[in-house]
């Protein structure tokens, strides 16, 4: 008749009336916790802005002796559009100026007769650098640093380093957090986001904003991780399923967010800043978490957990249980757990029992398809996903909600590969409702697999998260596919939600289920 994750969540069955189920403190615990995510979204979608590419040519320098210009009369007076006619030519499609090249010599006979043949000029790469649009973007990376034409893989590797950045921070900081604690390292993560995200601003060279970046990636696996394992252990089982999707819409307002900052500020070491100085905030009012007190059970430390229990049931306005919840009651209910935790975990306990095994290598699958997810950006059909998600929760389970998310979005990817390329309309609404889906799927499997890994190797849930930075890094080679067979990213996609909604079915159901502290409880029960 015991269930650790009520509200102080070590008290006996007898106690529950009398302490209530969600009070003062998990409200603003969880909503601390929580708040962070408005700016997380931002660090994953970055990118997108800071590295967006503006509209470019070859720079013009009309007074260049690079030219030979004594055997033409040139005009006083230029327009823009007519030197851009005369000295840059056009792509293959006959539409648009070539971003690359420009001509050896200016084509002057251009202005006179425009559909004159100029097949046979000669053309040069971009000697004298290249001249940006400043109407969409003031300022990114790519006009920074040239990182168009030749250069232009290099904007995307930003990105793939920033995630194999994050790829670290799961394996490290869900190391760092079983050893240190989640408050401590959650501590830490915020203060390395705000000082090496704001120094990537203050970058001098791409080499050196790649480092920064990559830093700042390994701290945000430390916010993201950390925060789920403590807020989910302060959670009561009842309310955790409403909770844990309700907190998720910081992430979505967070993506819109990012949308109306980078809108305003245009500029990406502005933006850098803004993203990033905030977890100064953060790391400031963080030092009044309290440590996982299943945590400090475990780790031996009892009389550490009881002073947070106390705290804990003072902020709830609910004092007198200090005298009610000794260390004597506190040991004795967790005797179990204790005896276990003299043990040491490793990641070879994700995969030495059967159950363990299932939970693992089907978490490893459904967090890889996050790389769908993480190339649209659609952040106002968030706000319905989650809502369905969390009826999809509460009503039908986790098992069930994860598989017919991930097969939906599927059966939409699919969908919309047979829709002609000229029905904008109907491929847009097609790939709102798959990015519903997926954000329903993402929403599920942080909180599902929360729930399922034991407390002693909690922290190794940062393996499973490995697999959706592992999923993101590679998402820029399966979209390269489209120049193969057009529709051969999507059918690695859907295919990829086809698989996992297969293996989904296959996790065991954890709705309203207490957390489990052992390995034991894991096998046990499931």
């Not at 394996?171 to 986001?193: E, K, P, T």
């Not at 970046?213 to 089982?237: C, D, Q, Y």
């Not at 769908?372 to 929760?393: H, N, R």
């Not at 067979?485 to 296959?506: D, E, Q, R, T």
């Amino acid at each position: 008749d015991f269930d650790v994750c009520n509200v102080y969540f070590l008290f006996p069955v007898r106690f529950r009336g009398e302490v209530g189920g969600f009070g003062r403190f998990q409200w603003i615990h969880v909503t601390l916790i929580s708040l962070p995510g408005l700016l997380m979204a931002s660090q994953n979608l970055l990118n997108n802005f800071t590295a967006g590419i503006p509209a470019h040519h070859c720079r013009i320098l009309v007074n260049s002796t690079h030219y030979n210009l004594s055997n033409y009369e040139v005009p006083a007076c230029l327009s823009e559009e007519q030197l851009l006619q005369v000295f840059i030519p056009l792509d293959a499609s006959g539409t648009k100026l070539d971003r690359c090249r420009r001509y050896v010599q200016p084509q002057w006979q251009l202005l006179a007769n425009g559909s004159a043949n100029v097949s046979d000029a000669q053309t040069e790469s971009c000697v004298d650098g290249w001249t940006y649009e400043r109407t969409e973007f003031l300022s990114t990376i790519v006009s920074e640093w040239d990182l168009v034409c030749n250069l232009r893989p290099l904007k995307q590797m930003s990105q793939t380093v920033y995630m194999g950045g994050v790829l670290a921070g799961a394996i490290i900081y869900g190391g760092l957090s079983d050893r240190f604690g989640r408050r401590s390292v959650l501590i830490w993560s915020y203060f390395q986001v705000a000082c090496l995200g704001s120094c990537s601003a203050l970058s001098p060279s791409y080499s050196a904003y790649c480092i920064f970046r990559f830093l700042t990636g390994m701290a945000v696996s430390g916010v993201i991780l950390n925060g789920v394992s403590l807020k989910v252990e302060w959670i009561p089982t009842k309310t955790r399923t409403l909770v844990g999707t309700l907190t998720s819409f910081f992430f979505t307002f967070g993506q819109l967010v990012l949308a109306g900052l980078a809108y305003w500020l245009r500029d990406w070491r502005k933006l850098q800043v803004v993203v990033c100085a905030p977890h100064f905030l953060c790391f400031a009012y963080s030092w009044w978490y309290s440590e996982s007190a299943r945590w400090l059970v475990l780790k031996q430390r009892s009389g550490e957990a009881l002073k947070s229990l106390h705290r804990v049931a003072r902020i709830n306005g609910k004092p007198e249980m200090t005298e009610k919840i000794t260390l004597e009651v506190l040991q004795s209910h967790m005797n179990k757990e204790i005896e276990s935790s003299r043990s040491s975990y490793t990641a070879y306990d994700l995969l030495r029992t059967g159950g363990m095994r299932r939970i693992s290598l089907v978490s490893y699958w459904l967090l890889q398809v996050s790389i769908y997810l993480m190339q649209v950006i659609f952040g106002a059909v968030d706000i319905p996903a989650k809502f369905f998600a969390l009826g999809m929760l509460t009503y039908f389970g986790r098992r069930v909600s994860q598989a017919t998310c991930l097969l939906l979005s599927a059966l939409i990817i699919f969908a919309n590969i047979f829709v002609p390329s000229d029905m904008q309309t109907l491929r847009t609404t097609l790939a709102c409702l798959g990015k519903a889906c997926t954000s329903a799927s993402f929403t599920t499997v942080y909180l599902y697999t929360g729930e399922l890994y034991p407390t002693v190797i909690r922290y190794r849930m940062g393996f499973a998260s490995t697999m959706a930075r592992i999923g993101s890094m590679a998402a820029p080679a399966v979209l390269i596919l489209d120049e193969v067979f057009p529709a051969l990213p999507s059918i690695v996609y859907g295919g990829a939600a086809v698989v996992a909604g297969g293996f989904a079915c296959f996790l065991p159901e954890t709705l309203n289920v207490p957390l489990p502290d052992t390995i034991e409880d894991v096998e046990d029960r499931w």
